[in-house]
């Protein structure tokens, strides 16, 4: 699977523009509510609801936002 790229936004309104959430979330475990694997798991729920994919959907993680995301990797893009 291709990295896609993510912003999101701590709750004390740090921006974070990511290219691959899982590793960004391995990466910096120290700062996140939970486990790396449940918080991507948590923005990656946010997506779905925000796409109309889910029926009980919810709009942020233990405080955490998705501002926007992208289903291309941005970095990839510069590079080329």
Avoid: H, T
Wanted: proline fraction near 2%; charged fraction near 30%.
């Amino acid at each position: 699977a291709v990295a896609k790229s993510w912003v999101i936004q701590s709750p004390e309104g740090k921006v974070y523009k990511i290219n691959n959430l899982s590793l960004w979330a391995r990466e910096n475990e120290a700062i996140l509510p939970s486990s790396a694997k449940l918080f991507a798991a948590g923005m990656r729920d946010i997506k779905r609801s925000e796409q109309g994919k889910k029926k009980r959907g919810s709009l942020q993680y233990k405080g955490w936002l998705l501002l926007s995301w992208s289903e291309e990797n941005e970095a990839r893009k510069r590079k080329e």
